[in-house]
């Protein structure tokens, strides 16, 4: 069992960035693949950027390359994303996610973060 607890969220300028943590509890914490999605309000809930359990091979959705970054860290039990030069569209509900397997599919992953706010105002 693994619960999850985002922090980090906020109201920030475009071309701004943010970080947000995925605090764990548990101790199995370092055999989870990780994954941040989002939703926007009237949206399909998306994958924005995955991580296997070993914390490296990270993978990211087009619209955020380059510009986000997932880590994992199995020593705090923590994983980040940072986002940087963040747009409007960027805005969502961000949720951290834990999977025995790496995926981008929601249904891949077992357990869930209640999910914190980003804004970014233009």
């Known amino acids: 069992q693994v619960q999850l607890v985002e922090s980090g969220g906020g109201l920030v300028q475009a071309g701004g960035s943010l970080r947000l943590s995925c605090a764990a509890s548990g101790r199995t914490f370092a055999m989870f693949a990780m994954a941040w999605f989002r939703q926007a309000p009237g949206k399909e809930r998306e994958f924005v950027a995955g991580i296997y359990w070993s914390g490296t091979s990270p993978w990211y959705a087009d619209s955020v390359k380059g510009r986000f970054t997932i880590s994992k860290d199995n020593f705090e039990n923590t994983a980040y994303l940072r986002m940087n030069s963040l747009k409007p569209e960027d805005t969502a509900v961000y949720s951290c996610?834990?999977?025995?397997?790496?995926?981008?599919?929601?249904?891949?992953?077992?357990?869930w973060g209640q999910g914190t706010q980003v804004t970014v105002s233009s």
């Open positions: 996610a834990a999977g025995r397997l790496p995926g981008s599919k929601a249904y891949e992953y077992n357990y």
